[in-house]
């Protein structure tokens, strides 16, 4: 059976793991909590880098920073996970849902300037297979209409648009270390502060540690740490920190292991695409990718489940992705329905993605293109 994913190992988690034991400190912001946040910021040059449980707890609390209150109303893609919306919804604020571009299936900006409002507070664009919308052009409307742009990076780590890492280009970004994401600590999520606001920072922090001024305390700013805003418990234990250091350690190492996997696929699908049976991902020449997914976009919904339900057959797993946000039943009591976001739908009904790791093998890679192959003759 080729599985869809495999978390890929160093070698070296357990051994920081034992090493967090030694240290008598499991909680979070030890060692490895601080270690992994200076990676971070370094290498992906971030002003702050604050480890979450997850890349939705990330989301959560960029929504409470930005403020985001009953009647605000905030532009994101449909085509996304559902985080991305209940982030939105549980401060009260209203989703607008924008459609993709049917080549990047990122947001597409045009529809974007279309919904902006008086009430828009932020935008969050999601960065689909580790691929962005034009950033230069999305930070320009934000910033002609006063708007926060949000980054929903989890699928998108040590990816770049124009040589900039993507989740650090907006005024927040926020990445995901899930056991499906290419750096991996099994959960876990981090939450980038963009923008050079030691207020926004020390807010972060704030609403990070239970909406108290803990950080400052250890800081030695203050004597005694209180409540003093509101916020919640993000912090992950220092064994999920210590576990993507270990990965960390290994960025291009996995990058380039994804690489090579993607790179075979997309070579061996290129006759299909030229039959006009698939269409492969396209990849802007802004975009350094991170190889996060291959995915292949078919002719019809009936023709991508049948693929699927045949490499089944065939002892692979294949899956398909996002079902449209606006379509389903939260999206739906929202006042949306079928056919608001056509290409989103369209999109959606017809994409598979093909197994895809790090230390998948050559031969695994060449029994799915088989199987693909031997489908479409059939």
């Known amino acids: 059976m080729i599985s869809f994913n495999k978390p890929y190992y160093t070698g070296k988690e357990i051994e920081y793991i034992e090493d967090t034991l030694k240290r008598n400190k499991i909680c979070g912001d030890g060692y490895y909590t601080k270690k992994v946040s200076e990676f971070m910021e370094k290498t992906f040059n971030t002003k702050k880098a604050l480890m979450t449980t997850?890349?939705?707890?990330?989301?959560?609390?960029?929504c409470i920073l930005a403020d985001i209150k009953e009647g605000d109303e905030v532009i994101l893609p449909s085509y996304t996970f559902v985080s991305t919306a209940n982030s939105i919804v549980l401060r009260g604020g209203k989703c607008i849902f924008a459609d993709i571009d049917p080549n990047t299936l990122v947001i597409d900006l045009e529809d974007v300037e279309k919904k902006i409002t008086e009430r828009t507070k932020a935008i969050i664009v999601v960065h689909y297979a580790g691929v962005s919308c034009d950033m230069d052009k999305l930070m320009e409307i934000a910033n002609k209409n006063n708007i926060l742009v949000i980054e929903d990076a989890a699928q998108a780590v040590n990816a770049k648009y124009k040589g900039k890492y993507l989740g650090t280009i907006g005024h927040m970004g926020c990445y995901s270390f899930h056991e499906?994401?290419?750096?991996?600590?099994?959960?876990?999520?981090?939450?980038l502060i963009n923008i050079d606001d030691k207020t926004l920072i020390e807010s972060a922090e704030i609403v990070r540690e239970k909406g108290t001024n803990r950080s400052n305390f250890y800081r030695g700013q203050v004597d005694k740490y209180t409540w003093v805003k509101m916020g919640s418990s993000y912090l992950p234990s220092e064994m999920i920190s210590a576990f993507l250091m270990a990965q960390f350690e290994e960025l291009d190492t996995i990058n380039n292991l994804r690489k090579e996997v993607f790179n075979k696929y997309y070579d061996g699908t290129r006759e299909l695409e030229e039959m006009g049976k698939v269409r492969r991902p396209i990849i802007p020449d802004y975009n350094d990718i991170n190889y996060h997914m291959f995915y292949l976009i078919l002719n019809s919904e009936k023709e991508r489940n049948n693929l699927l339900e045949y490499?089944?057959?065939?002892?692979?797993?294949g899956t398909f992705h996002y079902l449209p946000l606006h379509t389903s039943p939260m999206g739906?009591?929202?006042?949306?329905?079928?056919?608001?976001?056509?290409?989103?739908?369209?999109?959606?009904?017809?994409?598979?993605?093909?197994?895809?790791?790090?230390?998948?093998?050559?031969e695994e890679v060449d029994k799915v293109l088989f199987h693909l192959k031997e489908f479409f003759k059939k």
């Open 54 to 62: 997850s890349c939705s707890m990330a989301l959560d609390m960029s």
């Open 180 to 191: 499906t994401k290419n750096y991996v600590a099994g959960e876990g999520g981090a939450l």
């Open 311 to 317: 490499f089944k057959q065939n002892d692979i797993i």
């Open 332 to 362: 739906l009591e929202m006042g949306y329905k079928e056919g608001d976001l056509p290409i989103t739908e369209s999109i959606s009904s017809r994409l598979i993605r093909l197994p895809m790791y790090a230390g998948l093998t050559n």
